[in-house]
């Protein structure tokens, strides 16, 4: 069965410093991979895509995200914070069924 | 554009009542699913309907179903609430349900009492 892994549960960042959240996935097979964001009091909203192509997967608002196939995973990134960064991300994998399967979610907080 | 909505916002319901939650997608969307996430979780899948028929199911029981009607809208129903159905219910459209950029409406807060 596909399952999504993220490892970072709860992140604490000062502003302009680098992130990056682990994502490790389980499927051998073709896979789309997604990261959202949920802000506090929002709903999910799409950061960014992998389903094919270049690895380097750019996003909204600064992030970006590589697929590293042979290690399975999708880590997000992005070089320096800020304040409005504080959120919620969710991991999240689509496979061979039109589900996504989505990680525990890393929880950010980004102090000024 | 309106994005995906969902109704109602928020909701409370007594163990053993049965709960209705609605979803308008995105115009031109043919795909809804419904996820539940419940506190400190990830968004589990419940079901996915493309073109009024069911594509998906997950691991939920029988207590749960849904239906998507002619405009694409959906309702997910829970039947026989207990308190461990009280979570944030999802809805997310997309053009073609082929896991290509779904979009998430705001929720419903289901709390069980």
């Known amino acids: ?53 270049d690895p380097l997967v750019k996003g909204i608002k600064g992030f970006e995200a590589e697929f590293i196939k042979s290690k ?18 969710f991991c ?21 | 554009d309106a994005g995906v909505t969902q109704s109602p916002t928020h909701l409370i319901k007594t163990r053993g009542q049965h709960v209705t939650l609605r979803c308008s997608p995105i115009s031109g969307h043919k ?15 419940i079901f996915q309907y493309y073109e009024k028929e069911e594509r998906g199911r997950g691991n939920f029981p029988d207590r749960f179903s849904a239906r998507q009607f002619p405009n694409y809208s959906s309702e997910l129903n829970v039947n026989a609430l207990l308190l461990g159905d009280s979570a944030l219910y999802l809805c997310a459209s997309s053009p073609s349900g082929q896991g290509y950029g779904y979009t998430f409406g705001s929720g419903t807060r289901l709390t069980v009492v």
């Open chain 1, 1 to 53: 069965a596909q399952s999504v892994s993220q490892h970072n549960h709860h992140v604490i960042l000062s502003e302009a410093a680098s992130l990056e959240l682990g994502c490790n996935y389980s499927y051998g097979g073709t896979v789309n991979l997604f990261w959202y964001v949920q802000y506090p009091g929002q709903h999910l909203q799409l950061l960014l895509k992998y389903f094919s192509g």
């Open chain 1, 72 to 89: 399975f995973s999708f880590n997000l990134r992005k070089p320096s914070v800020q304040w409005s960064d504080t959120a919620e991300y």
């Open chain 1, 92 to 112: 999240a994998v689509n496979a061979d069924t039109d589900k996504l399967i989505f990680g525990t979610g890393t929880r950010l907080q980004v102090f000024p």
């Open chain 2, 31 to 45: 795909s809804v699913s419904w996820y539940q996430q419940v506190l400190g979780q990830g968004p589990q899948f």
